[in-house]
């Protein structure tokens, strides 16, 4: 994951989930936070998975 994510803008947007992610912790919403936790899980994965398919 880390070689995939030095060699594309996407890191730049992940951190920013992750922050966005704290925010919505640290406001209580655990709803939201599940939400969001899951949202990022899912599009992490789906990047990895077609970085990876497109330099093997």
Request: without cysteine; negative net charge; hydrophobic residues 40%.
């Amino acid at each position: 994951m880390g070689e995939v994510l030095m060699m594309d803008e996407k890191p730049r947007d992940i951190w920013h989930q992750h922050e966005e992610l704290l925010q919505i912790i640290i406001d209580g919403d655990g709803d939201a936070a599940e939400a969001k936790a899951r949202q990022h899980i899912t599009e992490a994965a789906s990047f990895i998975i077609s970085r990876i398919s497109s330099t093997g």
